[in-house]
């Protein structure tokens, strides 16, 4: 209701839960192999990110949001909550979204992690033109 009133949500933060797949593991494990440092369940207000990648050159910030169609992704009550719905809230709120697809990784895990890297770099290097990622709480 806060968010509905005023359009603010509160700052995102890790909820200390585990992924809700083996396949946010996966993509979890593949991406700190990549050197990259991932938290998982990160959010506020039922808008939570599966995986979010710290930013490194900006401590206290995210540079990426993955959502996987896990468990999640499956629980939402239509197709229009969990395509449209909830991404939107998430990019107003600063949010970079990478969706990756359960089937894509499982056919072609090399393919799907060049991609996701791909788009952290490009964010890293200043070549996504969107507002700056949202703050990781302190709390």
């Not at 991404?87 to 709120?93: I, K, N, Q, S, T």
Request: with cysteine; proline share 4%; hydrophobic share 35%.
């Amino acid at each position: 209701l806060r968010y509905a009133a005023t359009g603010v949500l509160d700052s995102p933060a890790p909820t200390g839960g585990d992924c809700d797949s083996d396949f946010e593991r996966q993509v979890a494990l593949a991406l700190e192999g990549l050197g990259y440092e991932v938290h998982l369940q990160v959010g506020t207000a039922g808008f939570i990110i599966d995986l979010a990648i710290i930013d490194s050159s900006r401590p206290g910030h995210y540079l990426l949001g993955i959502e996987c169609d896990g468990a999640t992704y499956h629980s939402s009550r239509s197709a229009r909550d969990r395509d449209r719905l909830r991404e939107a809230v998430l990019r107003d709120r600063g949010w970079r979204i990478h969706r990756v697809w359960s089937t894509d990784w499982f056919l072609r895990p090399g393919e799907q992690l060049q991609k996701i890297a791909a788009a952290i770099e490009s964010i890293s290097e200043g070549n996504c033109a969107t507002r700056p990622s949202p703050m990781v709480s302190n709390e």
